[in-house]
């Protein structure tokens, strides 16, 4: 079981999954500066298994989408679409403050970018998702709520900046 250093944070874009106290999913991507939490930095092979096993889930929802796209990259929406299309909710480092204009402005908090009409449920994962996600709860009662989610405890990418 190999961990993800705080070193290597710095240099990786980490794809991290938990749950809301409804046992809703959220999908998280840290761009490098988002904290990190430490059931993540734990076991990067837990959460590369995650990774691959979400890949592997159908569409199954349309996506409310909680930034305004750039006309010159489709790749935020495809993004987007790709994982709030699964019934999760989309949080990343990058706050959209200037995703019309293409711009990635990262933080050490996670921004809501898209959610799903129809929120997948724990439950409804298959089983070795859902064991895989069992100790990946946040402090969020309800992600449908929550624009920014904090990460209190855990390994910041840069730990120069400030939340």
């Known amino acids: 079981m190999a961990g993800i250093s705080p070193e290597a944070l710095c240099a990786l874009d980490v794809e991290w999954y938990g749950l809301d106290a409804l046992g809703q999913v959220a999908v998280f991507c840290s761009g490098g500066t988002g904290i990190v939490p430490d059931f993540v930095c734990a076991d990067q092979e837990k959460q590369e298994r995650l990774v691959e096993l979400s890949d592997e889930l159908p569409a199954n929802s349309e996506t409310v989408l909680h930034f305004v796209p750039s006309k010159k990259n489709p790749l935020p929406v495809r993004v987007a679409q790709g994982f709030s299309g699964k019934g999760f909710f989309y949080y990343d480092a990058d706050d959209g403050s200037r995703s019309m204009e293409?711009?990635?402005?990262?933080?050490?908090?996670?921004?809501?970018?898209?959610?799903?009409t129809d929120p997948i449920h724990v439950s409804e994962l298959p089983a070795a998702m859902q064991a895989l996600l069992r100790e990946q709860i946040l402090p969020v009662s309800d992600f449908s709520q929550q624009s920014v989610i904090r990460v209190e405890h855990g390994n910041a990418g840069n730990e120069g900046l400030g939340a």
């Open 102 to 116: 293409n711009i990635c402005v990262l933080q050490s908090y996670y921004t809501l970018r898209s959610a799903p």
